[in-house]
């Protein structure tokens, strides 16, 4: 008995400390080598990378790592220059607001801007870092949740004037520097008040703050010209079936979206919105688990024409589809408008979201991509991370380097296995059964079971054909 109490009190303690890491993990000060360059204000003296070079294309052969090997920003694919294919943006709150912190340890990494506060001064400092980072990246565009760019306030008037202050900034910054937000969001899973959720909380004033915070949302990313709002509900699902009712919390997120919508036409926000499938985590289940699951919830609910969806690929994987099927399910239902662009790791069940890297991956990635026509407005969005261990101000950029170039070759070898036509030849031939009369005749529904028995009596069994699986499998190599 005494033996349990002492485990238990150690165990409380652990968590205790855990807790508080993962809470104050960051210096509360200046780093010691950088007091001039903090100083109350936002300014910075001089550059945040001054041992960066602007990244430029230098082709596959080059041993420079801070160059493009495959990404050619102005090169035409497919009658289209790479950069418009890609629409490449780097997401705020993991480039500026990552620390490398996990359940288990403090924050890693100390960049020379960061004084480890969430002070109004930091925000506007960060921001102006952000700006040097994504033009020396050579990338149009960034995201972001509200609360990455400024500090949250007591309450929601205060937090509404921070976000003001630094939004005014990133106008300013972003105009002069030729940027573009790709979309924003509202962040509606840290604050404990999203416990049971946002707009599927039970309880009623807190689907109405959360209704008030993406109203602002909404309002800032048309004011800096978003071309995208983005709705991921990380605490919309439940973590027990016993205390919940699911119906009522489904009809409550519908309602939501609707005012939503009601909203965007008022204010004349011409960006697309898009939902972000994700299967659980933070909550045991999350609602709009996949791609077919979110088509299905905008389909009863007579929204799918104001939606799309942003697919990202580590939540994919977590649902347990690869990121191309989910990719082909929204494209085949008019729905593919986003790419968060990352991906999980095999060994690991969470969404560890690290930078693609996989060549055969992005090439499917690109054929969905390609498939559709782009997904302009929509574009891909870095939903990634350095990992803990990656400390470097320079694998800020060496991580969105291999991320771009990564995507660059997939669409490189998906425009190579187009160009070629064997695997569309392949599929065709497959199907080619279908490309006859009474094919036609049930493509158009106008075949009845009474007719399919009549001809089955003529033809006898059927010839069925290999699937050609392996001779598929093969194509795709050979464009790797
Ligand atoms: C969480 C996630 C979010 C959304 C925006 O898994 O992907 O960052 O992209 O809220
Ligand atoms: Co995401």
């Known amino acids: 008995m005494m033996k349990m109490k002492l485990v238990k009190t150690l165990l409380l303690l652990l968590c205790v400390k855990l807790f508080c890491y993962a809470v104050i993990g960051?210096?509360?000060t200046c780093p010691a080598n950088n007091e001039d360059k903090c100083g109350d204000s936002d300014e910075w003296k001089g550059e945040f990378f001054p041992d960066i070079p602007k990244i430029k294309y230098e082709g596959p052969s080059s041993k420079n790592v801070l160059s493009f090997k495959w990404y050619n920003a102005e090169e035409e694919i497919l009658g289209k220059k790479m950069k418009d294919w890609l629409r490449f943006s780097v997401a705020f709150w993991h480039t500026f607001r990552g620390t490398g912190a996990d359940p288990f340890g403090a924050p890693t990494k100390y960049w020379l801007w960061e004084d480890g506060t969430n002070s109004l001064n930091m925000a506007k400092r960060r921001m102006r870092a952000n700006f040097e980072f994504i033009s020396k990246l050579g990338v149009d565009f960034w995201c972001f949740h509200d609360r990455d760019i400024a500090p949250d306030g007591k309450t929601l008037e205060e937090s509404n004037a921070n976000l003001d202050e630094v939004v005014a900034l990133a106008q300013e910054l972003q105009t002069k520097a030729k940027k573009r937000v790709l979309w924003g969001t509202a962040q509606l899973f840290m604050h404990p008040r999203y416990m049971h959720g946002a707009a599927t909380s039970s309880e009623l004033k807190v689907y109405a703050y959360a209704a008030a915070q993406v109203k602002k949302a909404i309002e800032v990313t048309h004011y800096l010209g978003g071309e995208n709002y983005v709705f991921w509900g990380g605490r919309e699902g439940y973590q027990s079936l016993l205390n919940t009712d699911m119906e009522r919390e489904l009809n409550h997120l519908a309602r939501f979206f609707e005012a939503a919508v009601a909203y965007k036409k008022k204010i004349g926000f011409n960006g697309t919105f898009l939902i972000e499938p994700k299967p659980q985590e933070p909550t045991k289940h999350q609602y709009d688990w996949d791609a077919a699951t979110s088509a299905n919830f905008l389909r009863k609910y007579g929204l799918t024409g104001e939606f799309k969806l942003n697919i990202e690929?580590?939540?994919?994987?977590?649902s347990g589809h690869s990121c191309h099927h989910e990719l082909e399910t929204a494209r085949i239902n008019g729905l593919l408008g986003n790419i968060d662009a990352n991906t999980g790791d095999p060994q690991v069940g969470w969404d560890t979201d690290q930078f693609l890297v996989d060549i055969q991956e992005a090439t499917l990635i690109m054929l969905s991509v390609i498939r559709n026509g782009g997904l302009a407005p929509g574009g891909f969005n870095f939903d990634a991370k350095l990992r803990r261990e990656?400390?470097?101000?320079?694998?800020?950029?060496?991580?969105?380097?291999?991320?771009?170039?990564?995507?660059?070759?997939?669409?490189?070898?998906a425009a190579k296995l187009i160009e070629d036509g064997s695997l569309a030849e392949l599929v065709r031939k497959r199907y080619q059964s279908f490309d006859t009369e009474i094919g036609a005749q049930i493509e158009a529904g106008k075949a009845d079971f009474e007719l399919l028995e009549k001809k089955?009596?003529?033809?006898?069994?059927?010839?069925?054909?290999?699937?050609?699986?392996?001779?598929?499998?093969?194509?795709?190599q050979s464009v790797l």
């Open 26 to 28: 960051a210096p509360q």
């Open 313 to 318: 690929c580590n939540h994919a994987t977590l």
């Open 390 to 413: 990656s400390t470097d101000v320079e694998d800020l950029f060496i991580a969105h380097i291999v991320g771009m170039d990564t995507l660059a070759r997939g669409l490189r070898n």
């Open 456 to 476: 089955v009596k003529e033809w006898g069994e059927p010839k069925v054909a290999s699937a050609k699986q392996e001779l598929a499998e093969m194509i795709l």
